[in-house]
């Protein structure tokens, strides 16, 4: 079974630099329907049996989008779990103002996870999001026949939590790989068990140069 992970377009508050979360969210930039349509031309070999996503709007967007473009009749499927981190009193709220206000919890949440104070902004601990999001996948997983190929249509948090957890990765080493840039593909392979990481955050076919508001 071969995964395919992808971190929805691009948004308006992405661009402004302020945090979304489970709850917060902001619509696709312009330019990300076109990323979405290049994302589609890097799939287009694909035979995808099914499309999943979050109930997110950016990230349900990025998903239809993506079934559009392809111009297929593909199963679509929201799926709760996959919904970004519940981060409370940071949703709405700017990256510089938090880093000034609370700078460690920032950094923590940013590059140590297992220093990360969930209690303190009212949110999601990495353990309870890497189960939430794990428990949604595996389920995916049991619903599909073993030859499938899937999309799943996350966010950038939940989607390195989810997939390193995946991997095994412990939650102090979650960040070890860096973060996932908006229209990103990040593939792994499933069998017997086991998942195993083919590419990490795939962004060639965006043909664009990346600055540091694209990836999280």
């Known amino acids: 079974m071969e995964l395919y992970f992808v971190r929805h377009g691009k948004t308006e508050w992405n661009l402004e630099g302020k945090y ?27 035979d995808i049996a099914h499309v999943y996503s979050s109930p997110l709007p950016r990230a349900k967007t990025t998903a239809q989008t993506l079934i559009k473009d392809l111009n297929r009749q593909i199963p679509f499927d ?6 970004e981190f519940d981060l409370g009193i940071m949703e709405g709220r700017k990256f510089s103002e938090l880093e000034n206000e609370m700078p460690e919890v920032i950094y923590a949440f940013r590059h140590q996870p297992k220093d990360y104070d969930y209690d303190l ?7 309870q999001v890497a189960k ?16 499938s190929n899937l999309v799943i249509v996350s966010h950038g948090a939940a989607l390195v939590t989810l997939i390193q957890s995946l991997l095994g990765t412990k939650v102090c080493d979650i960040r070890k ?8 593909l990040t ?4 069998q017997d068990g086991q998942f195993k990481l ?19």
């Open 20 to 46: 979304q979360g489970g709850h917060g969210d902001s619509p696709l930039l312009p330019e990300s329907l076109h990323d979405i349509s290049l994302l589609a031309k890097r799939l287009q070999d694909v």
């Open 78 to 83: 929201v799926v709760d779990g996959l919904r």
């Open 121 to 127: 902004i009212k949110g999601e601990s990495f353990e």
């Open 132 to 147: 939430r999001t794990t428990d949604a996948v595996k389920e995916i997983v049991s619903q599909n026949s073993p030859d």
């Open 177 to 184: 790989n860096g973060g996932l840039s908006n229209t990103s």
């Open 187 to 190: 593939h792994l392979q499933y």
């Open 198 to 216: 083919i590419k990490w955050n795939e962004t060639s076919y965006l043909d664009k140069q990346l600055d540091s508001s694209d990836t999280i």
